[in-house]
């Protein structure tokens, strides 16, 4: 993955979650991974297209996605309904959006796709040829993985 | 044998008390199968049986080394009797049991895996049998004898033999045995049997690779013997081996190409520039794996503008080092750089700069290239003393992706100390090493 595009997307991530969750936010040790790795158990993807061609997927257990929901919200929310999925989507889509922003500022052609929703136990994601940069970060709520899967369209 | 059947073979000893040869029991092995044949070992050597998983992965053990166990509250390595004898294994699940025996030698203990372990058997010292030269799966040094009882041939282990603390002078020639034969083995790299010969040149190797990750293959051969007899010449009868990083790094001395991790001076742009052939292609692509901070990569595709003015040029250049690379995108230079880079650079905010023409030719990317690799055809592959310091296994599969991707034309270019064997031809000179497919 290009260098220029990591930090647009750790930003965007930083910078998003710090705002709708009111609280601090800690990024953890930035790697690549190239195998297939587990799901927690909630996944918002956003597909990339443009100048390059992958996926964004936002990678994070039930309760936390609960408690983010819930504080976006501003209420107590309880149950995995469409509140919650479309609140993490929403989630998925403002992240995704600033990054692609951000890069377009520095003459970087990106389109994104609508996000789409994964929930479920023992789930598994694989791209087999293409390795992904994963950007942990630690809220308040619990843990959320970014993981960014680009290449250069050839 | 079940009880009965050796409790009637005792019956029979007794009643042939008075027979050729006293048959009495004064040795007691525990007999276990491996690869399905019967071993045993002196039941004094024996501190216990037991059956475990899970052990502990230790990083740069030898291969037959699966680890360490928690044997209440003693940690214990834990060896592959199986994989020591280069003998098949089967690869059971992570927590599958496996059938320990618990060794204790002097003060040490270990524990050993093997296929299963059958029981005690009773013998008379005097029916053991020297090994015989023909025994075939295991080296006559380790085998202490072979004895028959009940119908069946034992194969006594001399355990002590295999697990005694080596001296000083056995360490490079046992490393030389099961540890490199299975590394060659794995990588089938010429270059790890061969090492067999000089014991203090494997043990060099071996600390090579654990201090500073440089491994020693075909590709460095030649100059590692070289520095290792320039090595021996140095230390004058004193210790030889690397004791610690430092000196590692001083026996790699020498061995790094001329402008390593800098703008490369005049003459070596030079003489890269004429080591390139002739492309007629409209673009050229370029790969540059572990490009680290990216100086030799802007060195590159200077070069490579001034050689095929007229051409698209596409670098990708990658590392695993977040850190380097995500500088190297973005790099300002001193206004004393080699003249070679005159015509490319412009004067920035806040120093040198390369023009546009030049940064729109680079991909810095974050990247691992032992993960997979995607890139166009390749007219060149720029790896300057990269390859060394993958280990073995994956220094074959890099090259096969070069072979994979370059054109027919194509050259990669290597350190100055490295070169490239088996389907690859030389296509450079003097300072530069080049090679294209054979």
């Known amino acids: 993955m290009r260098v220029e595009y990591i930090n647009p997307f750790v930003e965007a991530a930083f910078n998003v979650l710090r705002e709708v969750l009111q609280s601090d936010v800690r990024r953890g040790e930035l790697y690549l991974k190239s195998t297939s790795m587990p799901v927690m158990g909630v996944a918002a993807i956003v597909g990339l297209a ?7 997927l936002f990678d994070m257990d039930k309760p936390t996605a609960l408690k983010i929901a819930s504080a976006m919200n501003n209420e107590q929310l309880n149950s995995f309904d469409d509140l919650v999925k479309a609140t993490i989507t929403e989630l998925a889509n403002m992240i995704t959006a600033q990054a692609v922003t951000k890069l377009h500022d520095l003459g970087f052609r990106f389109d994104l796709t609508p996000p789409a929703i994964f929930t479920g136990e023992n789930m598994e994601v694989s791209n087999a040829d293409v390795e992904a940069l994963i950007v942990p970060m630690e809220t308040a709520h619990g843990k959320i993985e970014i993981n960014v899967a680009v290449r250069e369209r050839a | 044998m079940t009880a009965q059947t050796e409790l009637e073979s005792k019956a029979e000893t007794h009643g042939q008390a008075t027979a050729k040869r006293a048959e009495k029991v004064d040795f007691k092995m ?27 992965y230790v990083p740069n053990a030898a291969p037959f080394v699966r680890g360490v166990y928690n044997l209440r509250g003693e940690i214990i390595s834990v060896v592959d009797l199986r994989i020591f004898f280069h003998l098949p294994a089967e690869r059971k699940a992570e927590d599958a049991l496996e059938s320990l025996i618990i060794l204790k030698i002097e003060e040490h203990v270990f524990g050993v895996i093997v296929d299963a372990i059958d029981k005690v058997v009773g013998i008379s010292s005097a029916s053991i049998q020297p090994p015989h030269p023909i025994f ?20 006594i282990l001399d355990v002590e033999k295999i697990f005694a603390p080596p001296r000083a002078e056995e360490v490079g020639a046992a490393a030389a045995t099961p540890t490199e034969a299975v590394r060659a083995r794995e990588a089938e790299s010429p270059a790890a049997i061969a090492a067999g010969g000089d014991v203090s040149a494997a043990f060099i190797k071996e600390t090579l690779a654990s201090f500073r990750g440089f491994y020693v293959t075909t590709l460095n051969e030649t100059w590692f013997d070289a520095r290792f007899a320039q090595w021996k010449a140095m230390r004058k009868g004193e210790d030889l081996q690397l004791r610690e990083a430092s000196e590692a790094d001083q026996f790699l001395e020498g061995f790094w190409s001329p402008g390593t991790g800098e703008l490369w001076d005049d003459d070596y742009c030079a003489a890269v520039e004429k080591a390139l052939p002739p492309i007629e292609a409209k673009s050229i692509n370029v790969w540059n794996p572990g490009c680290g901070k990216g100086y030799e990569t802007w060195a590159l595709a200077c070069v490579l503008r001034k050689r095929y003015p007229e051409t ?3 670098i990708w250049a990658n590392d695993s080092d977040l850190l380097a690379i995500s500088m190297a995108p973005n790099m300002v230079f001193s206004e004393d750089s ?46 300057r003393d990269m390859l060394s310091f993958v280990a073995p296994i994956d220094q074959m599969r890099l090259l096969g992706d070069f072979s994979d991707k370059l054109k027919p034309n194509g050259i990669v270019l290597c350190g100055a100390n490295e070169r490239l064997v088996e389907g690859w031809a030389a296509a450079g000179s003097g300072l530069v090493q080049a090679f294209r497919k054979d």
């Open chain 2, 136 to 155: 075939g799966d295991i080296n006559v040094k380790y085998i202490r004898g072979i004895v028959e009882n009940g119908g069946k041939l034992y194969i």
């Open chain 2, 30 to 56: 525990i007999t276990f199968s491996l690869a399905g044949k019967e071993y045993g070992v002196d039941i004094m050597n024996v501190k216990e049986i037991a059956k475990a998983s899970r052990f502990t």
């Open chain 2, 312 to 314: 698209r040029i596409k």
């Open chain 1, 50 to 56: 443009g100048d390059v061609e992958g996926r964004v």
């Open chain 2, 338 to 383: 080699p003249a070679y880079y005159a015509p490319f650079l412009s004067k920035g905010r806040n120093g040198m700069a390369f023009n546009q023409a030049v940064r729109d030719s680079i991909f810095f990317e974050f990247h691992d290239v032992l993960n997979a690799n995607t890139l166009p055809p390749l007219d060149l592959v720029l790896c």
